[in-house]
């Protein structure tokens, strides 16, 4: 059953991070500041600002320090950015954002892929992590990838996701966001794998979806999310981005398309839909290309044509 209408539903935008990181063209600190600053004028809250990882690995991401800085302090919003070790944790720390976020696959080859190195080795780091997040009053929120499918290994067992990710939750991380990296998850997966963390004691308040639309799917799978419990959903502006380390995801769900979807069954998302489509304009103009999401663009053209 869909929530009653008037409920609320959480949006983590992270156009700034997953979509900016994937871009070949890399935009400057003071245009990445005003992407967030625009973005949080449309009433997203919770934004990922950037990642602390290896420049050589990630280009796009270096500068995250001087893009918070440049932020200054804003108490009204939920800055994070990615860590994915003891360097990117203290990098973070010293930078003043809000809260961290952990990252890590549910299978081995894209795990080393993206962080050149096993999962237990993610597991140890994180814990580490975590513990000093504890210590510093830093919250952490964990990602975990490729919960559906791996671009490398296929089919990923859901009771190796529920395990890992039970794990994440239990180290400390306040919050789970099933990765579907790939975009390759249909409905019915999404339910059965958020029953299976149900089983296991998590509360689906808990968990996020962080979907790709790849195939088309992205937004049933929010639905099937919402009819299992979930409330918490990861989109990206304009639907930029992908991830550098999984072939073929491209296209993360549009926050428009989000937006449309929870205004259209009467669930709040405090978002400003004609606002978004200007700041994904602007956005665009600044990457030479246009947003995928298919609100963004009837959107924009009945603006055009009016
Ligand atoms: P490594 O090469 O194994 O690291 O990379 P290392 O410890 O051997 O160090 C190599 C060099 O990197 C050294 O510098 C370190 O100082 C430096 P050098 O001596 O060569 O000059 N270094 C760092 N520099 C800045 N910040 C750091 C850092 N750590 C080491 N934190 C590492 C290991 C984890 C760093 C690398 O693999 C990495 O940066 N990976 C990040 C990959 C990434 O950002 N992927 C995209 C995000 S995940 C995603 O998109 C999925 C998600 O959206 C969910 C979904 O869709 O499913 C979250
Ligand atoms: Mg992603």
């Given at each position: 059953?869909?929530?009653?209408?008037?409920?609320?539903?959480?949006?983590?935008?992270?156009?700034?991070?997953?979509?900016?990181?994937?871009?070949?063209?890399?935009?400057?600190p003071?245009?990445?500041a005003?992407?967030?600053?625009?973005?949080?004028?449309?009433?997203?809250?919770?934004?990922?600002?950037?990642?602390?990882?290896?420049?050589?690995?990630?280009?796009?991401?270096?500068?995250?320090?001087e893009v918070?800085k440049l932020l200054?302090?804003?108490?009204?919003?939920?800055?994070?950015?990615?860590?994915?070790?003891?360097?990117?944790?203290?990098?973070?720390?010293?930078?003043?954002?809000?809260?961290?976020?952990?990252?890590?696959?549910?299978?081995?080859?894209?795990?080393?892929?993206?962080?050149?190195?096993?999962?237990?080795?993610?597991?140890?780091?994180?814990?580490?992590?975590?513990?000093?997040?504890?210590?510093?009053?830093?919250?952490?929120?964990?990602?975990?990838?490729?919960?559906?499918?791996?671009?490398?290994?296929?089919?990923?067992?859901?009771?190796?996701?529920?395990?890992?990710?039970?794990?994440?939750?239990?180290?400390?991380?306040?919050?789970?966001?099933?990765?579907?990296?790939?975009?390759?998850?249909?409905?019915?997966?999404?339910?059965?794998?958020?029953?299976?963390?149900?089983?296991?004691?998590?509360?689906?308040?808990?968990?996020?979806?962080?979907?790709?639309?790849?195939?088309?799917?992205?937004?049933?799978?929010?639905?099937?999310?919402?009819?299992?419990?979930?409330?918490?959903?990861?989109?990206?502006?304009?639907?930029?981005?992908?991830?550098?380390?999984?072939?073929?995801?491209?296209?993360?769900?549009?926050?428009?398309?989000?937006?449309?979807?929870?205004?259209?069954?009467?669930?709040?998302?405090?978002?400003?839909?004609?606002?978004?489509?200007?700041?994904?304009?602007?956005?665009?103009?600044?990457?030479?290309?246009?947003?995928?999401?298919?609100?963004?663009?009837?959107?924009?053209?009945?603006?055009?044509?009016?």
């Amino acid at each position: 059953m869909l929530p009653p209408a008037g409920e609320a539903v959480s949006i983590v935008e992270v156009a700034p991070r997953d979509g900016l990181q994937n871009e070949s063209v890399v935009l400057p600190p003071e245009q990445r500041a005003e992407f967030i600053s625009r973005l949080a004028a449309c009433g997203l809250k919770r934004i990922e600002a950037g990642s602390f990882v290896s420049p050589k690995w990630v280009p796009s991401m270096a500068g995250t320090a001087e893009v918070l800085k440049l932020l200054g302090d804003r108490p009204e919003l939920r800055l994070s950015a990615l860590t994915p070790n003891a360097r990117g944790f203290a990098d973070a720390l010293a930078s003043g954002v809000a809260e961290v976020a952990v990252f890590m696959s549910a299978s081995e080859t894209h795990n080393q892929s993206n962080l050149n190195c096993s999962i237990a080795e993610s597991l140890s780091r994180y814990a580490a992590i975590i513990e000093q997040g504890r210590a510093t009053g830093m919250p952490a929120r964990a990602y975990l990838s490729v919960v559906v499918g791996c671009p490398y290994e296929g089919k990923v067992a859901a009771s190796k996701v529920v395990r890992l990710g039970v794990k994440l939750l239990e180290m400390g991380c306040y919050e789970l966001s099933l990765g579907d990296t790939i975009g390759v998850g249909t409905p019915r997966q999404v339910s059965e794998l958020v029953r299976d963390f149900i089983a296991e004691g998590v509360s689906p308040e808990r968990l996020a979806l962080h979907l790709h639309d790849t195939r088309g799917m992205a937004l049933v799978n929010v639905l099937a999310g919402l009819e299992s419990g979930v409330r918490t959903f990861d989109s990206s502006a304009g639907g930029l981005g992908g991830c550098p380390y999984a072939p073929g995801a491209s296209g993360n769900l549009a926050t428009e398309d989000l937006v449309y979807l929870c205004d259209g069954i009467g669930l709040q998302t405090g978002v400003n839909l004609e606002n978004l489509v200007d700041t994904s304009a602007w956005m665009a103009e600044k990457l030479g290309k246009r947003p995928v999401s298919r609100v963004w663009q009837a959107l924009r053209a009945t603006k055009e044509n009016a």
